[in-house]
């Protein structure tokens, strides 16, 4: 006889409260107990709720003053201090929704995820006007660590100097000289390469460097060729003030890093004659300069790794500038209740995770399947005002909703962990014992890198017995990480969290009690409140308990959708076969029921994978790479070495070729750290499977051996 899964197993209805929306439940404990402890730091309360409440509400009513509410999206900066969690409860109470921000995103993905939302608003920083260009849509930046109502441009991260080949310089000197200059201004000579292929040529040159030694050489050689070059010492923001005048050509190293650039350029524009260029040499993505026409530039060439800017000979009308608004600003608002804004079926947030086509991709999630999650995980763990989470993940990651909506919806308190303090896991675990932490949450390798120093640590204190709750979510757990917790935190329950981003946070549960080291591995569990969980074959049919098939969801928890794209939203959110009339998340994973009604997970459909808890589609970064100049293919691969995994990168190219520092360059301009693969390698040809596919299993052990090698 056959078994199936009993409809038991999925009888998850329960009772929640479907008229709230998560920013109303905030506001809820924030009355109860307006001066308990909401938001800590290093430094001890940063904001009682009182205070949490009275800040958001000022932020809500400039948005709410300039037409933001239901419908609207908002970014947010998710930078490690407690304003964030201001930006994030103002954001949800004017009723939009809120989109997180990387704050070291590349600006050209910040700038896509701004534009594909069509976000107008962003919350962040001062350091965040250097990186705004990108995003043509946004109207209004708030800078909420600016405390004056004046705000300055900062002086962005120039990159390293240009000091390029005699082939580099040679075609620099061919695009320079064919503009047949009488003037030249060059931002960075570095070695002086350019300067002596141009120099001879034209009347004048000038030319600042940061460097003093580069400058006293440059004017040495100069003198000795009897000719006349006006080189000063300065950073090429500067250029205005150190070089004033009028030329015909102006010549910028395009290492520089992006935003810096861009910010150069509207400097430059009012040096260069109407008519003239700008040669922005050897630039990592020429592409990121193409869109620049309009306004100072009438066109822009791109010419293999350089690009030719055409200053127009009369500047049309530009867009209207960018309002930035500063904290100062915010605090002239009132700090009263402002009126409820946003519906339960409103979207929430959206969350960009990595997608196949070399974009990311958002997803939708609703007020109502959010404050499902926060219901349900309140009551099932009794989530109160005695609990303080240590927050440790990043804004970016879904685990963060939690984190914020979730403690402060119960009347709990959040410690947010400082980025230095992130950056040091032994400071990690002096804080979870040294003070009186009862819950943490991330993916398990970010515990697993931190677990080392709690074992090894002899510190007393009163982390060891507060901690209660430790929940795991996002990635695999190994066997012998729940008792080694217990022998730190005795009091600790020990939870693994599944599900997907497409699933509000979390959809399964599992408390891990007793390990059978016998198990393949931690099992994923049951299905949360008002969650159905299917394991189907490749018709969409259930398959027979123990077997393994395709992971789906359903019920409260699914997400709304991928914002903006029906298609992709369309091929992974199905009609549910069981429930005429609603829908099903395809997870794109496997799995099977185990006979005690839990769900086993056993890995990916796809190359979609996990990195330290981040979705990472190898697609969008082979994408990325083959997209380079002379690359011909690329691979992208997982590599699992001593309990790590991390990412390696393949590729073949066309001659010249492709040096792999100017690969991981266009990389790390245009992904987030964590998909930058450790390891790069240029091959002549890829490996083949018999069938003519790739050989994947091949590149990896390559991978596992360079590594192993230290090469």
């Known amino acids: 006889m056959i078994d199936y899964p009993p409809s038991a197993?999925?009888?998850?209805?329960?009772?929640?409260?479907?008229?709230?929306?998560?920013a109303g439940l905030v506001v809820e404990a924030a009355r109860r107990a307006p001066d308990a402890p909401a938001v800590l730091d290093g430094t001890g309360t940063a904001y009682t709720y009182g205070a949490l409440l009275t800040a958001?509400?000022?932020?809500?009513?400039?948005?709410?003053?300039?037409?933001?509410?239901?419908?609207?999206?908002?970014?947010?900066?998710?930078?490690?201090?407690?304003?964030?969690?201001?930006a994030l409860l103002g954001v949800a109470l004017s009723g939009a929704a809120f989109v997180p921000c990387h704050p070291d995103w590349p600006a050209s993905r910040l700038g896509y995820v701004l534009s594909s939302t069509g976000a107008r608003w962003l919350i962040g920083g001062a350091a965040d006007l250097a990186r705004v260009d990108t995003a043509p849509g946004l109207t209004d930046l708030v800078l909420l660590d600016v405390l004056t109502a004046e705000h300055h441009l900062p002086v962005p991260d120039a990159g390293?100097?240009?000091?390029?080949?005699?082939?580099?310089a040679d075609r620099v000197r061919t695009l320079v000289l064919a503009e047949a200059p009488s003037s030249v201004v060059e931002l960075g000579f570095g070695s002086g390469s350019v300067l002596r292929r141009v120099a001879p040529h034209v009347d004048l040159y000038t030319g600042l460097d940061p460097d003093e030694a580069a400058v006293r050489a440059g004017t040495a050689w100069a003198k000795e060729q009897g000719l006349f070059a006006d080189l000063v010492t300065g950073y090429a923001h500067e250029v205005a003030e150190r070089l004033p005048g009028s030329y015909d050509?102006?010549?910028?190293?395009?290492?520089?890093?992006?935003?810096?650039?861009?910010?150069?350029?509207?400097?430059?524009?009012?040096?260069?004659?109407?008519?003239?260029s700008v040669v922005l040499a050897d630039v990592t993505d020429p592409a990121?300069?193409?869109?620049?026409?309009?306004?100072?530039?009438?066109?822009?060439?791109?010419?293999?790794?350089?690009?030719?800017?055409?200053?127009?000979?009369?500047?049309?009308?530009?867009?209207?500038?960018?309002?930035?608004?500063?904290?100062?600003?915010?605090?002239?608002?009132?700090?009263?209740?402002?009126?409820?804004?946003?519906?339960?079926?409103?979207?929430?947030?959206?969350?960009?995770?990595?997608?196949?086509?070399?974009?990311?991709?958002g997803v939708a999630v609703s007020n109502t399947a959010l404050v499902n999650m926060l219901e349900w995980v309140t009551t099932s763990y009794g989530v109160s005002a005695a609990d303080r989470l240590f927050q440790v993940t990043s804004f970016c990651f879904d685990l963060s909703i939690y984190d914020i909506f979730g403690l402060l919806s119960a009347g709990g308190s959040v410690r947010l962990a400082s980025a230095e303090e992130l950056a040091e896991p032994a400071r990690l675990a002096e804080i979870m014992l040294s003070e009186p932490i009862t819950f943490w949450n991330s993916a398990p390798p970010l515990f697993a890198w931190v677990l080392p120093f709690l074992t090894s640590s002899r510190r007393a204190g009163p982390g060891r017995e507060s901690m209660r709750l430790m929940f795991l979510a996002g990635d695999w757990i190994a066997l012998s990480v729940p008792d080694e917790i217990r022998t730190v935190f005795p009091n600790a329950l020990v939870v693994n969290y599944g599900g997907a981003t497409e699933t509000a946070v979390w959809s399964t549960y599992y408390d891990i009690g007793e390990v059978d080291p016998a198990w393949p591995s931690i099992p994923y569990g049951r299905p949360i409140a008002n969650a159905r969980y299917y394991v189907l074959d490749e018709h969409r049919r259930r398959v027979p308990i123990g077997e393994p098939g395709d992971l789906y969801a359903a019920g409260t928890v699914l997400a709304l959708g991928y914002h903006g794209d029906p298609a992709q939203t369309a091929q992974r959110f199905v009609p549910d076969p069981?429930?005429?009339?609603?829908r099903m998340y395809a997870f794109g994973d496997r799995g099977r029921w185990l006979p005690d009604g839990q769900l086993q997970f056993l890995g990916r459909i796809d190359h979609q994978v996990k990195i330290?808890?981040?979705?990472?589609?190898?697609?969008?970064?082979?994408?990325?790479?083959?997209?380079?100049?002379?690359?011909?293919?690329?691979?992208?691969?997982t590599v699992d070495l001593a309990g790590a995994r991390s990412l390696a990168g393949f590729y073949t190219f066309r001659p010249p070729g492709v040096p792999v520092e100017r690969v991981r360059a266009a990389l790390v301009d245009r992904l987030p750290e964590y998909m930058v693969p450790a390891r790069l390698l240029a091959l002549d040809e890829l490996p083949l499977t018999s069938n003519g596919k790739v050989d994947r299993a091949a590149l990896g052990e390559l991978a596992r051996a360079q590594r192993e090698g230290g090469a």
Not at 9 to 22: E, F, L, S
Not at 257 to 273: F, I, K, N, T
Not at 625 to 632: G, M, P, S, W
Request: with cysteine; hydrophobic share 40%.
């Open 288 to 361: 990121l300069f193409a869109d620049l026409t309009g306004g100072s530039w009438s066109a822009a060439e791109v010419r293999g790794p350089d690009v030719v800017l055409r200053r127009s000979t009369v500047d049309t009308p530009a867009e209207p500038g960018l309002r930035v608004w500063t904290r100062w600003h915010v605090e002239q608002r009132p700090g009263t209740d402002v009126p409820a804004r946003g519906r339960p079926g409103d979207v929430s947030y959206v969350i960009f995770t990595s997608g196949s086509t070399g974009n990311p991709k």
């Open 9 to 22: 197993w999925n009888a998850t209805g329960r009772a929640y409260r479907d008229d709230a929306v998560p």
């Open 160 to 168: 390293e100097p240009w000091d390029g080949t005699d082939a580099d």
């Open 249 to 276: 050509v102006a010549v910028i190293a395009g290492t520089a890093r992006v935003p810096y650039l861009r910010a150069v350029l509207d400097q430059v524009a009012e040096l260069v004659r109407p008519g003239g």
């Open 578 to 582: 069981f429930v005429p009339g609603e």
């Open 56 to 86: 958001a509400n000022r932020l809500a009513r400039l948005l709410h003053e300039h037409g933001v509410g239901p419908g609207d999206y908002v970014g947010v900066v998710g930078r490690r201090r407690p304003d964030t969690v201001v």
């Open 612 to 637: 330290r808890g981040y979705r990472v589609e190898l697609g969008e970064i082979e994408s990325m790479i083959a997209a380079l100049e002379c690359v011909r293919e690329a691979v992208v691969v």
